[in-house]
């Protein structure tokens, strides 16, 4: 008997993404939106199956990406925040949120959404993660289409 291999690669059939962008810290989660555009076209996605929407910040990602994915209307989401420590347990409290909302939201809804979220020390880390190479928008581009494809691939 033959093993059964599904294949799987970041050019899924006319898929439709929603991003969501935190507003704090938005001179680097812009970067990482650019990063994540780039990726997106530069794998075939057309711009007009491409839609953004910003929300507060990242405690706020869980609910507009689950409304999203409510709607109907998308293949899988980009979920795009920075989370900087500061003095407090805040910190803490808001990775932990996000990092559990947006994985309930991928196992409850069964839609893929990935999790473009750093959580750093200070600025400093978080720019040196948005840039050209190794963007992490841009890689959580691709980690969403790849798991279109497999949800493609497997419904085939
Ligand atoms: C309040 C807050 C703080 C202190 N820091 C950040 C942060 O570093 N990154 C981020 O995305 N959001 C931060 N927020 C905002 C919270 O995510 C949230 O928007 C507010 O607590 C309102 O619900």
Known sequence: MAINYI????RPENPKIGIVVSRWNSSITDKMLDGALKALKANGVKEQ?????????SFELPL????????NSYDGI???GVIIRGGTPHF???????????LEINLKLGKPVAFGVLTTD?????????????NKGAEAALALL???????????
Request: with cysteine.
């Open 78 to 80: 980009i979920a795009l």
């Open 146 to 156: 790849e798991m279109i494809s497999l949800q493609q691939n497997l419904n085939s």
């Open 122 to 134: 200070n600025v400093k880390q978080a720019l040196e993660r948005v840039e050209d190479e190794g």
């Open 49 to 57: 199956e491409i839609t953004v929407v910003r929300c507060p910040g």
């Open 92 to 102: 803490e409290y808001v990775c932990d949120a996000v990092t559990q909302g947006i």
């Open 64 to 71: 507009a990406v689950q409304s999203l994915i409510q709607s």
């Open 7 to 10: 294949e799987t690669n970041t």
